[in-house]
T-cell receptor, first 116, second 112 residues
Framework: DAGVIQSPRHEVTEMGQEVTLRCKPISGHNSLFWYRQTMMRGLELLIYFNNNVPIDDSGMPEDRFSAKMPNASFSTLKIQPSEPRDSAVYFC??????????????FGQGTRLTVV | AQSVTQPDIHITVSEGASLELRCNYSYGATPYLFWYVQSPGQGLQLLLKYFSGDTLVQGIKGFEAEFKRSQSSFNLRKPSVHWSDAAEYFCALLPGTYKYIFGTGTRLKVLA
């Protein structure tokens, strides 16, 4: 398996523009996570999907952020409008639960977002 | 409260020396614990995990970790560090079904 695939790897955009980050989870995994990593705050869980349904979006910073999972093999994280403070590395991760407990999360290589 | 503490932000060791990275957790029940490694510009890769059973867990790349319930610790060890081990290491706790709690990471530097 190719692992979790994220695109683009790097994104530079101007403040106010819309940014869309994409993720393809590992086939067969039914849990998907979006994380944000910054020096100041470390790894933050933004949103968690299970079977394509958003279960926990309490980590989404504000209404400018939205995430979708239209099917089991694709998810997007959108920021509209983007702001310089959104600059960070965004990771997508997926896992396959064993029974009622998730096993380890498998991470993509991340998208480094720079908003200027 | 559930939490993970990695007391060392930076650690420097010489190549060939032994390594121990500390991780302490706070959780009232049986913890599910992980160590991940992140190389520069890369995602997090799982080194090893503890769910139950043997408290000494073997992982990839020659790493091992020991779960000590009495000390609420899950320290990562390697007997002989290689230059390629330079990276950032994250300890993580899974207290429920999905919400992983990550430590703040320990950045390892390896001297030639």
């Amino acid at each position: 398996d190719a692992g979790v695939i994220q695109s683009p790897r790097h994104e530079v955009t101007e403040m106010g523009q819309e940014v869309t980050l994409r993720c393809k989870p590992i086939s067969g995994h039914n849990s998907l996570f979006w994380y944000r990593q910054t020096m100041m705050r470390g790894l933050e869980l933004l949103i968690y999907f299970n079977n394509n349904v958003p279960i926990d979006d309490s980590g989404m910073p504000e209404d400018r952020f939205s995430a979708k999972m239209p099917n089991a093999s694709f998810s997007t994280l959108k920021i509209q409008p983007s702001e310089p403070r959104d600059s960070a590395v965004y990771f997508c991760a997926s896992s396959h639960p064993q029974g009622t407990l998730n096993t380890e999360a498998f991470f993509g290589q991340g998208t480094r977002l720079t908003v200027v | 409260a559930q939490s993970v503490t990695q007391p060392d932000i930076h650690i420097t060791v010489s190549e060939g020396a032994s390594l121990e990275l500390r991780c302490n957790y706070s959780y009232g029940a049986t913890p599910y614990l992980f160590w991940y490694v992140q190389s520069p510009g890369q995602g997090l890769q799982l080194l090893l995990k503890y769910f139950s059973g043997d408290t000494l867990v073997q992982g990839i790349k020659g790493f091992e970790a020991e779960f000590k319930r009495s000390q609420s610790s899950f320290n990562l060890r390697k007997p002989s560090v290689h230059w390629s081990d330079a990276a950032e290491y994250f300890c993580a706790l899974l207290p429920g079904t999905y919400k992983y709690i990550f430590g703040t990471g320990t950045r390892l530097k390896v001297l030639a």
